[in-house]
């Protein structure tokens, strides 16, 4: 593996995190009275604050964390209606016609966006480009004859190529032309200004626990309440009698951003087999690099994921050579039973709470339609979008299939991670690594920092009691069952969990031998 370890930064930093210098805001301390509490500070939550703001609402967002800091700063950033093999398997699972309304409403979005940038002249490296989407096998290449001949049904105007200006052999593509790259957030960072100069509150390290009738209730104590409430937290943190954890899973994808040898053709690329790969160009510091995409797999069901990172890095060494790996990063999304997102009412008997969650990876158009979508519901505004993602659509033959797996697979994990045996000890572990390890009898997380220094948590997810697995590449704890995701000190990073893990103080263990410690 030719200097990947010297080329490869130690840490995993999003470039669009690491570039933008965003606001800061206070945590709510009181109780609030608006029209509408929006709860998640990433695409979805500002562009929906910003639009009922702009229409006259009084709205108040509420961030747990900082704004932009989830799913958002870690994305690919194409305005896209390309969503990969989407258009046929909507079409087969539901009609032609929910197909079609799927791409308006993302088409909308797109177009919604490119105006926005270009009419309030919004600074985010706007680039068009043409997208493609390619196959390198025959099975592939019948996916993508199936693909396009959906394209050629809902009236989207892409074209069948044999070639590509990417240097990789292919059978065939699929090539829209006229799409977008960008910096989302500093494409973000503009609806923020806007939003706060229209009178929207913005308020940051204010977790929301529960909703009753119309109040949001927060972890401190404070309350807002407001005629409508939109849950746009990647996961929703309410669910009411939604049983959104069984509904979807989770799914995580990696990126490197990489100086090349080789000049990038230009384009924006990604494939239909496995493992997935994706690419877009970027400028860093002036100079160009290449985003180099893909190696999804469910979240918590892989423990070396470092090795996710060395595949994308050979991928590229092969194609157009590395020279240095500037960031490295990884993302997570969810993915729904049928593949289309839960926009509108949570439930149907509860139509002033709406959630919007389940975007498949193509969050910067299907966050911003949803985001346009939740302002039509709350301005009383027909939106055809919505019978096509309401979250009480019926399931088809195929959706209930994929609930069966979906919930097997959760069983499985829950059974055979309370069956997992701890094999390493603290004493064996090198330093910068996890491990699950016999504390005194237990099973406990384990991880020791550059510096030597223990950090030990319960392995035992908050949400419903899966034991969570060691994310090495993010170092993170990561549940196989839903996707929640913990730091090495135990705080929640991803839901559906809303608690931490449970701590323990290595200190305690100083007066234990390793016979009576059980390592």
């Known amino acids: 593996m030719t200097n990947e370890n010297s080329n490869m930064p130690s840490d995993s930093f999003s470039y669009w995190r690491a570039s933008t210098k965003l606001p800061k805001f206070p945590t709510l301390d009181n109780h609030l009275h608006v029209d509408v509490c929006v709860v998640g500070g990433g695409i979805t939550g500002v562009t929906a604050a910003y639009e009922l703001a702009k229409n006259g609402k009084s709205v108040v967002l509420v961030e747990a964390d900082e704004v932009l800091n989830g799913t958002t700063g870690f994305t690919t950033a194409k305005i896209t209606t390309q969503h990969g093999l989407i258009y046929d398997q909507i079409k087969n699972t539901t009609s032609v016609e929910s197909a079609r309304i799927y791409y308006e409403a993302n088409h909308k979005a797109a177009r919604w966006m490119q105006q926005k940038i270009k009419r309030e002249n919004i600074a985010c490296d706007y680039e068009i480009e043409s997208a493609y989407l390619y196959a390198t096998t025959d099975e592939g290449e019948k996916k993508l004859e199936a693909e396009f001949a959906a394209y050629d049904q809902i009236g989207i105007p892409g074209e069948f190529v044999r070639e590509m200006p990417f240097n990789i052999p292919i059978k065939a593509a699929v090539h829209l032309p006229n799409q977008v790259q960008f910096h989302p957030l500093?494409?973000?960072?503009?609806?923020?200004?806007?939003?706060?100069?229209?009178?929207?509150?913005?308020?940051?390290?204010?977790?929301?626990?529960?909703?009753?009738?119309?109040?949001?209730?927060?972890?401190?104590?404070?309350?807002?309440?407001?005629?409508?409430?939109?849950?746009?937290?990647?996961?929703?943190?309410?669910?009411?009698?939604?049983?959104?954890?069984?509904?979807?899973?989770?799914?995580?994808?990696?990126?490197?951003?990489?100086?090349?040898?080789?000049?990038?053709?230009?384009?924006?690329?990604?494939?239909?087999?496995?493992?997935?790969?994706?690419?877009?160009?970027?400028?860093?510091?002036?100079?160009?690099?290449?985003?180099?995409?893909g190696e999804g797999h469910r979240t918590g069901d892989k423990t070396n994921t470092m090795q996710h990172y060395s595949a994308l890095y050979q991928f590229g060494v092969e194609h157009f050579g590395i020279e240095q790996v500037a960031y490295r990063w990884s993302g997570q999304d969810l993915i729904t039973l049928d593949q289309l997102p839960y926009v509108g009412p949570i439930t149907k008997d509860k139509p002033h709470i709406l959630i919007a969650t389940g975007y498949r990876k193509w969050g910067m158009t299907n966050g911003t339609a949803a985001a346009l979508l939740l302002a039509d519901i709350v301005l009383e505004k027909g939106n055809p979008y919505l019978e096509v993602v309401s979250p009480s659509r019926e399931l088809s033959l195929v959706s209930a299939k994929n609930a069966l797996e979906q919930n097997w697979i959760v069983a499985k994990n829950l059974i055979s991670g309370k069956l997992q045996q701890a094999i390493q000890t603290i004493d064996n572990m090198e330093n910068d690594s996890g491990a699950i390890v016999?504390?005194?009898?237990?099973?406990?997380?384990?991880?020791?920092?550059?510096?030597?220094?223990?950090?030990?948590?319960?392995?035992?997810?908050?949400?419903?009691?899966?034991?969570v697995n060691w994310n090495n590449g993010e170092k993170s704890w990561d549940c196989p069952c839903h996707g929640s995701s913990f730091s090495y000190t135990g705080e929640v990073l991803e839901g559906p969990a809303e608690k931490p893990l449970q701590t323990y103080d290595y200190k305690m263990l100083d007066n234990l031998t390793s016979d009576e410690s059980g390592y």
Not at 259 to 265: I, L
Not at 441 to 462: F, L, Q
């Open 438 to 467: 016999q504390i005194d009898g237990e099973k406990k997380g384990v991880y020791k920092n550059a510096e030597g220094n223990i950090y030990i948590v319960d392995t035992t997810c908050t949400h419903i009691g899966c034991e």
């Open 186 to 293: 500093h494409y973000m960072q503009h609806f923020i200004e806007t939003y706060t100069q229209l009178g929207g509150q913005i308020y940051e390290q204010t977790t929301a626990l529960n909703i009753s009738e119309h109040k949001v209730y927060m972890e401190n104590g404070s309350s807002v309440k407001a005629d409508h409430i939109l849950v746009c937290t990647h996961f929703p943190f309410y669910e009411g009698r939604g049983l959104y954890f069984a509904r979807m899973y989770a799914s995580r994808s990696y990126v490197l951003a990489a100086k090349t040898k080789q000049t990038f053709p230009g384009g924006m690329y990604i494939n239909v087999e496995k493992p997935g790969r994706s690419l877009r160009s970027v400028t860093i510091d002036e100079k160009p690099h290449v985003l180099i995409i």
